[in-house]
């Protein structure tokens, strides 16, 4: 059974950097594609990106840039760092693997973007 | 494309059957995976493929596909049901994931 524990700051300020970390238990991140998903209040889900087995990431061209997705294979890990961050990116962050296939998620983390 | 368009609400009566629709040329080429999301709590998969399920998640939950279009159908709708429902596939590409907007299940 695949389990995903995430952690990080849940209050930042406007042009801080968001940092994340997932930690993947009962599996390895060898295999699968591993995902971050935010979901803004009261709004549906969004793709942030994912980072496959060979360490490849691909992101949504709609975060301009501002997004890095990184994995630690040693400690079985995965990351999202997402630099200026501003009020619109305030939303419950999720890891997920194998997003389309199996459906293992974290349990979300709250960030909240304000001055 | 990168777009899943979804029904914004929808609504069944208990015991009865809903589909719920999701359109995107993606869908063409690639199936739909389906989340369920209750308030307060992470999605959770619920069909992917050709018809598979996780464990656990009941045989009223089914999907189908014609052209552009997925659809998830609920034969017998439970109380439980009531939820807002996601699809989501790769684009076109094949680079990316795509999310549908969501569909507001409820069950009357």
């Known amino acids: 059974q695949v389990q995903l524990q995430q952690w990080g700051a849940g209050l930042l300020k406007p042009s801080e950097t968001l940092s994340l970390t997932c930690a993947v238990y009962?599996?390895?991140?060898?295999?699968?594609?591993w995902t971050w998903i935010r979901q803004p209040p009261g709004k549906g889900l969004e793709w942030i990106g994912e980072i496959n087995h060979s360490g490849s990431a691909t992101y949504n061209p709609s975060l301009k840039g501002r997004v890095t997705i990184s994995a630690d294979m040693s400690k079985n890990q995965f990351s999202l760092k997402l630099t200026s961050v501003a009020a619109a990116d305030t939303a419950v962050y999720y890891c997920?693997?194998?997003?389309?296939?199996?459906?293992?998620w974290g349990q979300g983390t709250q960030v909240t973007v304000s001055s | 494309s990168s777009e899943l368009t979804q029904d914004p609400v929808v609504s069944v009566a208990l015991g009865q059957t809903v589909r719920i629709t999701c359109q995107g040329d993606?869908?063409?080429?690639?199936?739909a995976t389906w989340y369920q999301q209750k308030p307060g709590q992470a999605p959770v998969l619920v069909i992917f493929?050709?018809?598979r399920r996780p464990s656990g998640i009941p045989d009223r939950f089914s999907v189908s596909s014609s052209g552009n279009t997925a659809s998830l159908t609920i034969t017998g709708a439970q109380a439980e049901d009531d939820a807002d429902y996601y699809c989501?596939?790769?684009?076109?590409?094949?680079?990316?994931?795509?999310f549908g907007g969501g569909t507001k299940l409820t069950v009357l």
């Open positions: 989501i596939s790769r684009d076109s590409s094949g680079d990316q994931v795509i």
């Open positions: 493929g050709e018809n």
């Open positions: 993606s869908l063409r080429n690639y199936y």
């Open positions: 997920a693997g194998a997003l389309l296939t199996g459906g293992h």
């Open positions: 009962g599996g390895s991140l060898s295999n699968y594609y």
